[in-house]
Each structure stands twice: as C-alpha cells, then as structure tokens.
C-alpha cells in the first residue's frame, strides 16, 4: 500500500526547463559544476557517468570542496534563504563557491532535485523517496543567489535543477532530456535514455565493489574474531563537515568501521542471515521491513532500518554507531526502533543526534574513548553471544 493513501499520482514527465537559450559552446568544452551535497553523496557516479555519455568532458565536471564552516562563512553568508536543518542550509555556501570562481569558472550548475533515489530495497518496500527538504533544497536555495541581482546571470552560469525520479529509468530519461534539451540543442531523446543506463550501471558497479570491501572486512573479523562498528547515518554524514569524522576517529583506535549504505547483498549471506525470519513467515525477502518499518516510504530511511537488522544478526558487528543531524524530521520516528533492534541483539548502541556545523570536538573526543573502552572490554562477549544465537553455516 503506498503512503500515498490509493494510486500513485503520475509523476511529472519533466520539471519545466530553468533556461530555454542553448548554451554557447560545444558540450566538450562547457564545465559543469555539481554541488557535494545531500542525494549527490549517493548518486555521483550517476550524474559523472551521465554527462560523459553526454559528451561533457569528465576533466570538466567539478565538485564543490567538503563542507565547512569556513566554506558558509566565506561563500554563503548572506545567503540563506531556509530555517532547517545545517544539510540544507549549508548547501548556499557550495552554491557561492561555485558561483564565485576565478579559476576553472563554471558555465553550469547541475542541481539536480531527486525525488525518488535507485535503493537495493526496491520492490520490497512501500517506496524509495528522497527527504522532501533534500529534493526542495536547489530551488530554495536558489532564491538566496537572486537577492540584490541575479548572480548566475552575473556570473554568466545555467542553473539547472531537474526534477527526476532515479528509481524508474525510463522516466528519469524523459526527465533528464526535457531538462537538457533546450541547452543542448540536438539532443534525442534515445542519447538520453542511454546516458541514464550506463549512469545506473556504473553507479550500481561502484555499489557493488564496496559491497564486495565490506563482506572481505566482515570475512577477515569472522576469521579473527575481531569486532567491526557499523554506522547508520544518511550518506552525506560522510561529508567531514556534516558527519564530523566521528567513524575516523573510531577507526582511530584500530576498529574497522563499515557504512549501511554499503553492506554485502550476497544472497549466501542473507539467507543465512534471514533464514529463521523467513522460515517463521516474519519477513517475504531479507529486504522486507514489515516486522520493524511499516512506513517503509523513504529510501534512506529504509536503508537505515534494515542496516539496524543486519547488526543485530551480524555476530562480529559488536557496536552500532547512529548518527543524525539537528532538526531532522526525518529520523526522529526512527530513534527508537533502530536502538532496540540493535540492543535487543546484544549488541552496543551508541548514537550522536543533533549534529550541526560545529564539532564538539571535546565531547566527540570523550564519547569516541567511551565506545572503544566499552568494545575493548566487552566485544568478545558479544561475538561470542551473537554466533551462539546465530544459525549454523556462516558463508564467511
Ligand atoms: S533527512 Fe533530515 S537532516 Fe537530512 S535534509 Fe532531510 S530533514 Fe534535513
């Protein structure tokens, strides 16, 4: 049953095109600028391959640096056009810092709003939507670049801000070209539908070998004993700015560190893993959430979810380390189930809520030397506890 309450309302075929003159010189020699923000930490390698296939030249395609709180100083100040949380709101100081480039100046700014995100849950969830602040953001923060004079008109830059949903292909294509049409004179509808295909296959390409890198750390503590950390967070906390290095500094102190965004899929593994809840008709698939998640709508949120279910059934995943970010809505219903599932499999929980754009570096500092105390002490037990409570014939 989808969250939204009987059918699907058709997504729109295209967002309007932000600017209808053609741009001025050929797709090879144009630099498009994207900014490292939010959905883009999951889906870069989509948008890379996209505009190859494209035509656009890869040397050309720039990223705005890490966020800071130098980089909303020095080139978002002023700017802001939105009162919610810092992911959001930090995304005018990668807007200026594209913008305010002498050197390698931009012609583009891609800013995609994705409204729906390619989740390896797919199919077995409700839907895979992407946190409405997230899709809403390039528009809201557009605003804040027109006061006082329209800087991209200034700076002589094409914003463009298509609205696509990345979980259907076909539709994306259609999207995507009605966007890119007006700029890129010439362009075929079929050169779109295949730059989108080769853009999802290399994203799943590089999913699939961080997945491989984490079955192989998780096969080296099986055969050790040794424990990992897993973090649930969303996949921009991997920006140093928005998730504070927290899993460096555990990393630190000698423990291996996995993302859920990137845990192995392989199916030895999940039945193994899934066998008694499958057996018990609990769950249809190992990616069902119905026995934690009945709104299973959005994709991150998902993801997050059933990473909490694949520490607790993952004997050397001793500790779990939440993350999340002041103000998000988003993860506030989800507190509270993600920390029983993880506690309720003997497995430690611990969780750094509210982050914003300062570091606490000193109780960072404190709690991280907490977590590796506690894992020093007591991740033995654990293991041992999990693997007894685990089904036989562990595939690592
Ligand atoms: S998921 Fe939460 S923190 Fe992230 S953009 Fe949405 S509301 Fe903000």
Redesign the pocket.
């Known amino acids: 049953m989808p969250i939204w309450f009987g059918t699907r309302p058709s997504a729109p075929a295209a967002s309007p095109p932000e600017a209808a003159e053609p741009l001025a010189r050929p797709r090879e020699l144009l630099r498009v600028g994207l900014p490292r923000v939010?959905n883009l930490w999951s889906t870069h390698q989509f948008w890379i391959a996209l505009l190859e296939t494209l035509g656009f030249d890869a040397r050309r395609i720039e990223f705005s640096p890490d966020t800071s709180e130098a980089l909303l100083r020095e080139h978002g100040k002023g700017r802001g056009t939105v009162d919610?949380?810092?992911?959001?709101k930090c995304i005018a100081g990668h807007y200026g810092e594209l913008l305010g480039r002498d050197k390698r100046p931009i012609d583009l700014l891609l800013s995609p709003m994705i409204q729906t995100l390619p989740s390896f849950l797919g199919g077995h969830v409700q839907a895979s939507l992407a946190?409405?602040?997230?899709m809403a953001?390039p528009e809201n923060v557009k605003a804040g670049f027109l006061k006082g004079g329209d800087l991209f008109a200034t700076r002589g830059v094409r914003h463009l801000t298509p609205l696509v949903n990345l979980d259907e292909p076909d539709l994306a294509a259609r999207q995507l070209h009605a966007a890119f049409a007006p700029l890129l004179p010439g362009l075929k509808p079929a050169e779109m539908q295949r730059a989108v295909q080769v853009g999802l296959a290399t994203l799943e390409r590089f999913n699939a070998g961080l997945r491989n890198a984490s079955r192989q750390l998780l096969a080296d503590c099986a055969r050790e004993g040794r424990p990992a950390i897993l973090v649930l967070a969303?996949p921009?906390h991997m920006d140093p700015g928005i998730g504070h290095e927290i899993e460096v500094d555990l990393q630190g102190h000698g423990v291996p560190v996995l993302w859920s965004q990137h845990l192995p899929l392989d199916d030895d593994l999940l039945q193994w893993m899934y066998g008694p809840d499958l057996a018990a008709g609990r769950v249809a698939s190992p990616f069902d959430l119905r026995d934690v998640w009945p709104s299973s709508y959005s994709a991150?949120t998902n993801e997050i979810l059933w990473g909490a279910k694949f520490a607790a059934r993952m004997p050397w995943i001793a500790c779990v380390v939440r993350l999340?970010?002041y103000?998000?809505?988003?993860?506030q219903p989800t507190y509270t189930p993600v920390q029983r599932i993880v506690e309720d499999s003997g497995t430690l929980f611990f969780s750094f809520q509210d982050l914003d754009a300062t570091k606490p570096a000193g109780s960072v500092k404190i709690r991280v030397e907490t977590i590796a105390t506690y894992l020093k002490t007591r991740a033995a037990a654990i293991i041992a506890a999990k693997q007894a409570a685990a089904p036989p014939g562990c595939p690592l």
Do not use: F
């Not at 919610?84 to 959001?88: A, E, Q």
């Not at 103000?327 to 993860?331: K, Q, T």
């Open positions: 939010l919610c949380c810092y992911p959001v946190c409405p602040r997230v953001a969303r921009y991150n999340s970010s103000e998000c809505g988003m993860d």
